[in-house]
């Protein structure tokens, strides 16, 4: 994927109306403004109990305008799934079915579900908005936690062991389509999924959406900090088209001309990090190292 998109390109159409009950600076509205955007007025979006379903209020009353339910934590997945069997059985495979949900919602309870979705090939899209931990019910320690990080269930030591690597779990489900994108380039994230729109089958996405209130750090900062989790390659972009990988956006700019940043610029600005130890700094450093240069091999660098 090459090249980018004029803002004037971008349909005018808002999905999101002005106004929300999310936290300030949360990376998750970024994001999800292009991708209604992208994918248009004819999407069901299917949410369990987390930071999105904040952000579509509570009943009667949403700035969300398109049609969504709310499913149960570990069930999203299934959820669409329904829909979109349903949407088929009415001849209206014309509508696309979005799920998205945290990462406690997709790394840790409902990975079977998705697991299911996945292997099934269901015609979905899945969204998981990684802000690494549970944080609408008080930043409690997730599976896509990073090691060194503090949160409300691990407040004296921090978090030991390394963030699970989900994409390769997704990938052993043989999908037509994946891709890591970053609330920090939302023209990225238009682009991969107006792709993934006309894809038939499972689509996953990982994205990261940095979160102020549980990384501990001033809400204007929120692109700040995602632009260095792509920067210092914690947090690369790339897709994952029919087993091929390709480098994007800034991600494709390193790989071609260098100037990746070491990962102890992005620690030093959050809160959550206030108690990780050398070690674990020159540990995780090592781990994505060695990630992207795995990445970097498999792109063709």
């Not at 209020?57 to 949403?62: D, H, R």
């Not at 001849?91 to 790394?107: N, P, S, Y």
């Not at 269930?153 to 489900?173: G, N, R, S």
Request: proline share 6%.
């Amino acid at each position: 994927m090459s090249g980018q998109t004029a803002i004037l390109d971008y349909p005018e159409q808002e999905f999101i109306l002005p106004g929300n009950r999310l936290c300030a600076g949360c990376g998750v509205t970024i994001a999800y403004r292009f991708i209604l955007k992208a994918l248009g007025k004819k999407t069901i979006i299917c949410v369990p109990a987390c930071c999105l379903t904040i952000l579509h209020g509570i009943y009667p009353k949403t700035p969300i305008m398109a049609t969504t339910v709310n499913n149960t934590f570990a069930g999203t997945a299934s959820a669409a799934s329904g829909f979109a069997a349903g949407l088929k059985a009415t001849g209206r495979e014309d509508w696309h079915v979005l799920a998205m949900a945290g990462d406690g919602g997709t790394f840790d309870m409902g990975l079977q579900s998705l697991s299911g979705a996945a292997e099934r090939g269901e015609n979905i899209i899945y969204v998981c908005y990684d802000n690494e931990a549970y944080m609408n019910t008080g930043s409690q320690r997730s599976s896509a936690t990073p090691p060194g990080a503090l949160t409300s269930t691990t407040p004296v030591t921090p978090k030991q062991q390394l963030k699970k690597d989900f994409m390769k779990i997704m990938e052993a489900h043989w999908l037509p389509y994946m891709a890591g994108v970053s609330s920090a380039y939302p023209g990225d994230v238009y682009k991969k999924f107006v792709k993934a729109r006309d894809i038939g089958g499972t689509r996953f996405f990982h994205l990261a959406a940095p979160c102020p209130t549980g990384w501990w750090y001033p809400t204007k900062d929120t692109v700040k900090i995602g632009r260095m989790m792509v920067e210092s390659c914690i947090f690369p972009l790339y897709e994952i088209e029919e087993g091929r990988l390709s480098l994007t956006g800034k991600s494709l700019s390193i790989a071609r001309s260098g100037g990746k940043k070491p990962v102890d610029e992005y620690i030093a600005l959050q809160g959550r990090f206030k108690k990780i130890t050398p070690e674990q700094v020159a540990q995780f450093q090592k781990q994505v190292d060695k990630q992207w240069q795995a990445l970097l091999a498999r792109a063709g660098f």
